[in-house]
């Protein structure tokens, strides 16, 4: 079975609350009625029943720390046993109190008794059951007691409550799961937008760490063996450790003062001397220090590279609600204008880190002129709105609530009104047609009960298709609800009000309830105050009744107008408790269902790039790092360059460009220039659409040969209607290539020839784009 949702399980925790107070509260006031109307020489035996009965409701009180879903099934035996004694020791009491106002106590307390069971054992509903129908036969053994057979229609009643009870239940909870089931859509749609931005945020750390350590180690190796290598063995084994590293989904903070005194200074003799000024502690979230941790080591290697100076500095200091970082050198500056898109340095590794995280990164430089990169991040910021489709938490919380309360609203109604229309339809027109004889008039009593399904025929339309009642309807139909009180009080002898024949009594409030379900619990008070208060005058008029009369009258409002004024307080509590408590419940459920889906996911893409690296990048970094292979080796500069070459191509992937084949072929083209190859790029044809598995196909092939070029190349990328071609000639790539070029292209839609004439190779790869269903 599957887990109840958090609106089923906090309408279950409300219901069996609501049900055990309203219980012991009827208990406790009818007992105290029908022990005022006893004769004074029953009372002490009857005290000696009814005192255990409140005595078993003050133990069911108790429990109630522990709901019954969650009980152990030795507790559940034991409450079971309590509830059951409740009515037990109720119907015993009937035959020493004696008299009508007994059994009409006795009828009214195991009738809400059975009325509270159904739902407060919802869970277990074969036990709500069991204890009807021990409240009936109680029912019974007391009428036997007392004197008199057991009556049919008391126990019809009965077993009708009951039904009615379980029924009403079964309807508010088929709306609570209904919103679970659409919370439970809503939230697997937010999970995989939240799975979907974390992932691509992921893939962009991955490839910003990628060009800062294995791609940039790599093309250093391959552009020379006319320096100093001592620093690279450290180097390597750091970028192992950067890339094999697991990612993590954390929401700590941490210092970042400590983590910007643990930045590299560069590396061999161009290191860079660092001079800081840091206001710590600067304890931030881990994800933005992370970035700016990231994007200051960035920074330091650009110094340490292309400034040609030595010396920077590092300040940071807490700002507003945030912080701010700034790296400054004196060096010989650039215009960051001009830096193509294709470079990564700049635009992945330092703009878009902060980017991710909701900060913002500057970087003001003119040739001549210095550096300065500013990183800043406020704690109000936010990821960009591309990264978080949703909608924030808060609204998301809000529409949640919404959605759960309308739900329960409707079936609250629901229920109202198939208990206001079962109950006219049987109990009050059976009353109403056996006690013709005594109304003064009939027809007045017979136009209420007209007018009550007229009122029924009225709303129900609205509210079966999902609609409030119109305040013009409600108000008009509320008004002849309380006509009806007045008709039946004032057409009916007032020493017969609220007794068999008084049918509308028990029956308007049910009406009230339907119509004032949505308004606050006031309203409805008020309608049940101007109920009673019409049938106390009329019987007040009459004359002063007698204490058991008064008693009588008492247990009756109780039982009835009590019932339906204690559902009106807990749809008041469903409404704004339960909602709210159950949109929490829910947002935490699915905040965790999302955490780790993340992290699963996150794990299992760290697993495939990384098993993508093993075959080619981990063998050169281990080799490096080991001493294994030496820079100084033309095949490993080689290698290294075909793999910086490969690592281009895959950063060129994200950018957003018209052509991205083309674009993925500059960004190798672009690495053997870099290593001082003179490359010619032409293109042919209209670009069409490439699928990112096909250019990795195509592209492959030309970055091989590149990384293996030292003189001249020469790359052609021609469309046709139905194909695409990209080859490169290199003037001395034969002499170089390797089984590694040799292969043929993993998927079957690309083809790949290759032609040797002495020290030149012509390599050739195309794709037929026919071949690919909806690409054209």
Not at 394 to 409: D, K, M, Y
Not at 758 to 775: H, I, K, P, T
């Amino acid at each position: 079975m599957d887990r109840p949702g958090s609106s089923e399980r906090l309408l279950n925790v409300t219901i069996e609350r609501y049900g055990v107070w309203l219980r012991s509260s009827v208990v406790a006031l009818c007992s105290a009625l029908g022990l005022v109307s006893a004769d004074r020489a029953d009372i002490p035996l009857a005290t000696a029943l009814l005192v255990p009965a409140l005595l078993a409701c003050g133990v069911r009180l108790y429990a109630l720390r522990r709901p019954l879903p969650s009980a152990a099934p030795g507790m559940v035996a034991l409450l079971w046993t309590v509830d059951g004694s409740v009515v037990v020791l109720t119907g015993l009491s009937q035959p020493v109190l004696g008299g009508d106002v007994a059994e009409l106590m006795v009828e009214a307390i195991i009738g809400i008794c059975i009325i509270t069971f159904q739902p407060e054992w919802a869970t277990r509903p074969w036990a709500g059951a069991a204890l009807g129908a021990l409240g009936a036969a109680a029912c019974t053994l007391g009428d036997v007691l007392s004197g008199h057979g057991p009556e049919v229609m008391p126990l019809l009643r009965l077993a009708i409550l009951g039904a009615l009870s379980r029924v009403a239940y079964l309807i508010v909870r088929a709306r609570a799961r209904a919103a679970d089931r659409s919370a439970a859509l809503s939230a697997a749609a937010r999970r995989e937008a939240e799975v979907a931005a974390a992932r691509r945020a992921a893939e962009r750390e991955y490839l910003a760490t990628l060009h800062d350590t294995a791609s940039a180690t790599l093309l250093m190796v391959s552009q020379g063996d006319g320096r100093d290598w001592s620093w690279l063995p450290a180097r390597a084994r750091q970028d192992l450790e950067a890339l094999s590293a697991v990612p993590a989904f954390g929401t700590g903070s941490v210092d970042l003062a400590a983590l910007l005194a643990c930045v590299p200074d560069g590396e061999g003799p161009a290191r860079v001397r660092l001079t800081t000024a840091i206001d710590g502690p600067l304890v931030i979230p881990s994800g933005p220090a992370l970035a700016i941790f990231n994007g200051v080591r960035e920074a330091v290697a650009n110094v340490s590279r292309h400034a040609g100076v030595q010396e920077a500095e590092l300040r940071a200091w807490r700002a507003d609600d945030g912080v701010v970082a700034e790296l400054t050198d004196a060096g010989r500056g650039f215009d960051p204008e001009s830096v193509p898109l294709r470079r990564r340095g700049i635009k992945g590794s330092i703009i878009g880190r902060m980017h991710a995280v909701g900060g913002s990164a500057a970087i003001a430089s003119s040739p001549g002129n210095g550096t300065r990169v500013q990183w800043r991040w406020h704690a109000s910021a936010q990821p960009p709105a591309a990264d978080v489709p949703q909608p924030s938490r808060s609204r998301a919380r809000t529409a949640l609530v919404l959605l759960i309360r309308t739900q329960l609203l409707h079936g609250a109604q629901l229920a109202a009104l198939l208990i206001s229309l079962f109950s006219q339809f049987t109990f009050s027109l059976h009353l109403l047609t056996s006690h013709q004889d005594v109304y003064r008039p009939a027809w007045p009593q017979t136009a209420a009960f007209c007018c009550l399904a007229a009122i029924a025929a009225i709303g129900a339309p609205f509210l079966l298709r999902g609609r409030q009642i119109p305040p013009t309807v409600r108000w008009c139909s509320l008004g002849a609800v309380l006509a009806v009180s007045m008709v039946s009080a004032f057409t009916l002898p007032p020493e017969l009000l609220t007794g068999p024949a008084d049918w509308a009594f028990g029956l308007v409030g049910w009406y009230a309830l339907f119509l004032l379900a949505d308004l606050r619990i006031r309203v409805f008070a008020a309608f049940l105050g101007a109920h009673v208060a019409i049938t106390a005058i009329t019987v007040l008029l009459a004359g002063t009744p007698t204490a058991a009369e008064a008693a009588g009258l008492g247990i009756r409002a109780i039982s009835d107008c009590g019932l339906q004024l204690s559902l009106g307080f807990l749809l008041t509590r469903l409404l704004h408790g339960t909602a709210p408590a159950a949109g929490i419940a829910a947002e935490q459920e699915e905040e965790l269902r999302t955490r780790e889906r993340i992290q699963e996911d996150m794990q299992r893409d760290h697993k495939d790039r990384y098993r993508a690296l093993t075959a080619t990048t981990v063998p050169l970094l281990v080799g490096l790092g080991h001493g294994v292979l030496s820079p100084h080796d033309e095949e490993v500069r080689l290698r290294c360059g075909v793999e910086a070459a490969r690592m281009r191509r895959l950063f060129a992937e994200s950018d957003a460009v018209s052509d991205a084949l083309l674009n993925e072929v500059r960004a190798c083209v672009e690495v053997a220039e870099h290593q001082g190859v003179t490359v010619s790029l032409a293109v042919r044809g209209r670009p069409a659409e490439v699928p990112v598995a096909v250019r990795r196909e195509l592209v492959d092939p030309v970055a091989v040969t590149l990384g293996r070029t030292r003189s001249t190349a020469r790359v052609t990328v021609v469309w046709t209607p139905g194909a695409v071609r990209v080859s490169v000639v290199s003037e001395d790539g034969a002499t170089r290539q390797t089984a590694e070029a040799d292969g043929q292209a993993t998927d079957a839609q690309v083809t790949v020839a290759r032609t040797t004439r002495g020290a030149s190779v012509w390599v050739e790869a195309s794709w037929r784009q026919l071949a690919v269903a909806g690409v054209t």
